[in-house]
Each structure stands twice: as structure tokens, then as C-alpha cells.
């Protein structure tokens, strides 16, 4: 069983907060099933990432990079056209000097 997604989100939050970074949720979906998407942010070497949640043919939940950009407006945009076809979708951006994203299941590599 899944926790709710807003529960879900309050724990990466914590987590980052724990590792030393800022983390704040930018927009808020449903609370029980909206689907995350994750920015991690290294705002001193401009760097940007966006992680979104995916599930394997297993049923493992995984996180891939959608947008291989770095660049944060880029990334934006990618949100922006993601929240208007799916109203159920949270955000979480991440601030951390190492551009760390504080997932915990895998994330899946290039």
C-alpha cells in the first residue's frame, strides 16, 4: 500500500530539510493520489533537475528525469504543460548547495 501523496511529499520534504537543504512544495495536487514532480535545484552552479515519479513493469515506483535540461526555465515549462494535463500534480522544489534530490527509491540513470 502506497502512503497519500501528501504524506508522501512531507517526508521528502523533511528529509531534504534534515540534509541541510530548503525544500518547499510549489504546487499542490490531490492529496491522497496526485502524482510528484521533484526539482533540485544547485542555484549556486545554475544547475536544475526534474525528477518525475514512474512505475515499472514490476510495479516498483521509480523516478526518471523527463527533461534532461539543466536549465531551470526549461524545466518550468515542462511543469506549467505537465499542470494543465494533470490538475492533480504536486511539485516539490528542493534548493541544496549539491543539487541533491533527497529520493529514496531508485532513480532511474541515462
Given at each position: ?20 537543504a ?8 490531490d ?5 510528484v514532480?521533484?526539482?533540485a535545484?544547485?542555484r ?5 533537475s526534474?525528477y518525475?515519479e ?18 531551470e ?7 506549467e ?10 511539485v ?9 534530490h ?9
Amino acid at each position: 500500500m502506497l502512503l497519500a501523496t501528501d504524506v508522501w511529499v512531507g517526508a521528502l520534504i523533511r528529509r531534504a530539510e534534515i540534509g541541510g537543504a530548503f525544500a518547499v512544495v510549489a504546487r499542490k495536487g490531490d492529496m491522497r493520489a496526485g502524482t510528484v514532480l521533484v526539482k533540485a535545484l544547485d542555484r549556486a552552479n545554475g544547475q536544475a533537475s526534474l525528477y518525475a515519479e514512474a512505475t515499472r513493469g514490476d510495479g516498483e515506483r521509480v523516478w526518471m528525469q523527463p527533461v534532461r535540461s539543466h536549465d531551470e526555465a526549461e524545466l518550468d515549462r515542462y511543469i506549467e504543460r505537465t499542470a494543465r494535463i494533470d490538475p492533480d500534480v504536486w511539485v516539490v522544489e528542493i534548493d541544496d548547495r549539491q543539487g541533491r534530490h533527497f529520493l529514496t527509491e531508485d532513480v532511474e540513470k541515462d
